[in-house]
């Protein structure tokens, strides 16, 4: 792949380069479910051992309630964004809502970290050296709480993995839909967490998520792209 305008640099591997393929083989399988002698299930057992990434092989789901914004939620600054990401280099991309009258800046939705030596593959897996990078695109659902990141077969590091935070304040409360905010959707709001998007049985996956209900957000880590989705 081509090189960005930043000067290369020499710097050892920070993962033995015999457990890259592992991660990308892993991260196809688990964004793409490719056909092959690894179930559903498989996939899912060897996630948990080699990331940690799954609460358990038997969290998946064909259907998922996915949070929503509220009717008055305030238009997000952006539903698309691109950014640089370089191997060996931190970045941060951040996504809010448009400020109300009087606000400079406004309410947090969504932030991507890439800490150092965190992007290990790029584009279909293929691995970067020091210097390297690869465009990132996000792009939001305007209604569900629902990401969608590229390329395909981007894979991060499992001792320092991307991290998603995701800000559900602006979320419509009546979780459930009944046309009523009790406290059933108080329960289900303590259940939230974050999922991944396994595309070709159209099956999610639910991950080891960290639900803080005082920001409100959920955050979790990221090993691999996919399209992610706040639910419970």
């Known amino acids: 792949m081509p090189r960005a305008p930043l000067p290369a640099r020499t710097q050892p591997p920070t993962e033995p380069r015999l457990w890259l393929p592992l991660a990308i083989a892993l991260a196809f399988a688990g964004c793409q479910d490719a056909t092959g002698p690894l179930s559903e299930r498989n996939v899912a057992r060897s996630q948990v051992g080699v990331a940690g990434q799954l609460v358990s092989d038997a969290m ?17 600054e952006t539903y698309q ?38 992007l290990l593959a790029g584009a279909g897996g293929e691995s970067l050296k020091g210097g390297d990078s690869v465009l990132v695109t996000l792009t939001i659902d305007s209604v569900n709480f629902s990401v969608d990141f590229q390329p395909s077969g981007v894979v991060f590091s499992t001792g320092n993995p991307a991290t998603l935070v995701l800000w559900y304040e602006n979320a419509n409360p009546d979780l459930n839909g009944d046309g009523v905010v009790d406290t059933t959707d108080q329960m289900l709001e303590q259940q939230l967490a974050v999922w991944y998007h396994a595309t070709k049985t159209n099956s999610w996956f639910k991950l080891s998520s960290n639900n803080d209900p005082m920001l409100p957000s959920v955050s979790t880590a990221l090993y691999h792209f996919c399209e992610y989705a706040v639910s419970w």
């Not at 998946?60 to 997000?76: F, G, K, N, R």
């Not at 970045?91 to 965190?118: H, M, R």
Request: net charge negative; charged share 10%.
């Open 60 to 76: 998946a789901s064909t259907q998922l309630s996915i949070l929503q914004q509220a009717p008055t939620a305030p238009p997000l």
């Open 81 to 118: 964004l691109s950014f640089w990401a370089y191997k060996g280099d931190p970045s941060t991309v951040t996504v809010n809502y448009q400020p109300a009258a009087g606000e400079w800046v406004g309410q947090p939705f969504l932030e991507l970290s890439i800490p150092k030596n965190g």
